[in-house]
């Protein structure tokens, strides 16, 4: 029997199939529609895992979830920053490419650490995650070259600490905060991490 979706896995789920809808609003003709529809996907992002903490309804299949969600509304962001503000882009694609290949290593550290993808929420992502979304709003009223690089670089450090993390630790749980935060109890790890450790955000 299906368990029932409880509210901050319908903001993840929401974010998921909400994200590419920016790709196909019109961006001249539905701007004011298509800067609304992306606030709400950003707020999604950060109420979902508040509201399971709030209301202790974190989990293994919300962590899931979330992270899943936030792999297609970021770059979609991105996309829709590209058809806005192409320039923009253009002038920071090394700075972005070397986010994504920081993001894919440590995906794939994760997946060999830990038997299973981890998109870890510390504060330097969430931090990042913020920038995305300043980003676009102020791309209308200023240049925010110097913003996103600076994002991209916050997103590069903070994917780099997550390779850390997994490298000494192994498993743990996605809501984990920095490299520091880790309990000093928790023993490093060289081996996959017993199943206790893996208990993320929201069900």
């Known amino acids: 029997m299906m368990r029932p979706v409880n509210l901050p896995n319908a903001l ?8 590419p809808l920016l790709l196909v609003i ?16 950003g707020l999604s992002d950060f109420l979902d895992g508040w509201l399971a903490r709030r209301w202790q309804q974190t989990s293994e299949r919300g962590a899931m979830l979330d992270g899943i969600a936030d792999l297609v509304f970021y770059p979609c ?5 590209y058809q806005l ?17 920081m993001l894919a290593v440590m995906l794939a550290v994760s997946w060999f650490k830990c038997g299973r993808l981890i998109l870890l929420h510390t504060h330097l992502n969430r931090t990042a995650a913020v ?11 200023i240049d925010t070259s110097w ?16 390779i850390a993390i997994f490298l000494r630790y192994g498993a ?10 880790i309990n000093e ?13 893996q208990a993320p955000r929201s069900d």
């Open 12 to 19: 993840s789920i929401f974010r998921f199939f909400g994200s």
């Open 26 to 41: 019109d961006a001249q003709s539905q701007r004011t529609a298509l800067l609304v529809w992306f606030a709400l996907l």
């Open 77 to 81: 962001s991105a996309l829709l920053l």
């Open 85 to 101: 503000f192409p320039d923009v882009v253009l002038a920071n694609l090394a700075f972005i490419a070397l986010a994504i290949g």
């Open 131 to 141: 920038g995305v979304v300043l980003v676009v709003f102020a791309s209308f009223v």
């Open 147 to 162: 913003l996103l690089r600076a994002t991209a670089l916050l997103y590069t450090l903070g994917f780099i600490e997550g």
């Open 172 to 181: 743990v749980p996605a809501d984990t905060r920095s490299l520091f935060a």
């Open 185 to 197: 109890s928790q023993p490093p790890s060289g081996a996959r991490a017993p199943a206790v450790l």
